[in-house]
């Protein structure tokens, strides 16, 4: 167990440009978050997969974003035309069913992300 | 009225000595609720998790919970400058997607 991995670890980026951020989970988690987190906040909820399947996105999300998991495994999210709100911490985290109680969620070590 | 909420801070306390993290939340069906620490510039680690009412003793660390208060709340004993991190707690919605909600989280500074 590896723990969960995220790539790249930092991005600049000019406003308007796309940047796409990859997540490899704990590899028996089929459960797979995307969180965004700005200084002095808690992790904001963006999108979650169980499998492959995306099964809940973020109202807060806006449509530049997007996020896939095509094999249930890695999972990819994109931000088309980068704005400077979108300047963030990116947390990918992943965790098994758990049942009615839910499960805690593992974090990878994020990719933080500037755009200029 | 956020969801989950925690006093920002900063709390200090002196090293040795026992520090309180409190927290609220608003869906009185959340089921399960985590505490993580964070330190700067990391990503947050679950140090604690909690389901029924009452105290859960790990370590130094005790998560106390009230669900008819709405109410959870973390003590680290013998606090050491080491614990001095930003303390998130996350709460479970009962609804539809096994998703966590995060508080603000309240960082903590413990002096020497």
């Known amino acids: 167990d590896t723990g969960v991995s995220q790539d790249p670890r930092h991005k600049i980026t000019k406003r308007g440009q796309n940047v796409t951020f990859r997540c490899d989970p704990i590899?028996?988690?089929?459960?797979l978050y995307w969180y965004r987190q700005t200084l002095g906040q808690g992790p904001e909820f963006l999108t979650y997969?169980?499998?492959?399947?995306?099964?809940?996105k973020s109202r807060l999300l806006s449509d530049r974003f997007s996020a896939e998991r095509p094999k249930g495994s890695f999972s990819t999210l994109e931000i088309q035309r980068t704005e400077q709100g979108d300047s963030a911490m990116y947390l990918c985290?992943?965790?098994?069913?758990?049942?009615?109680?839910?499960?805690?969620?593992?974090f990878g070590n994020g990719t933080r992300l500037t755009v200029t | 009225q956020k969801e989950v909420e925690q006093n920002s801070g900063p709390l200090s306390v002196p090293e040795g000595a026992i520090a309180s993290l409190n927290c609220t939340y608003s869906?009185?069906?959340?089921?399960?609720f985590f505490w993580y620490r964070q330190y700067s510039g990391k990503s947050p680690e679950l140090i604690m998790s909690?389901?029924?009412?009452g105290d859960k003793e790990d370590g130094r660390f005790t998560a106390q919970l009230n669900k008819a208060s709405q109410y959870v709340s973390l003590l680290i004993r013998d606090s050491q400058p080491s614990d001095s991190a930003t303390y998130l707690c996350?709460?479970?919605?009962?609804?539809?997607?096994?998703?966590?909600?995060f508080g603000q989280g309240t960082r903590l500074t413990i002096n020497p």
């Open positions: 909690i389901y029924s009412n």
């Open positions: 997969f169980q499998n492959e399947a995306q099964l809940e």
């Open positions: 869906d009185r069906g959340s089921q399960s």
């Open positions: 985290a992943s965790s098994t069913t758990g049942g009615t109680r839910g499960s805690p969620l593992h």
């Open positions: 996350a709460v479970n919605r009962p609804q539809g997607a096994q998703k966590l909600v």
């Open positions: 590899s028996e988690h089929n459960r």
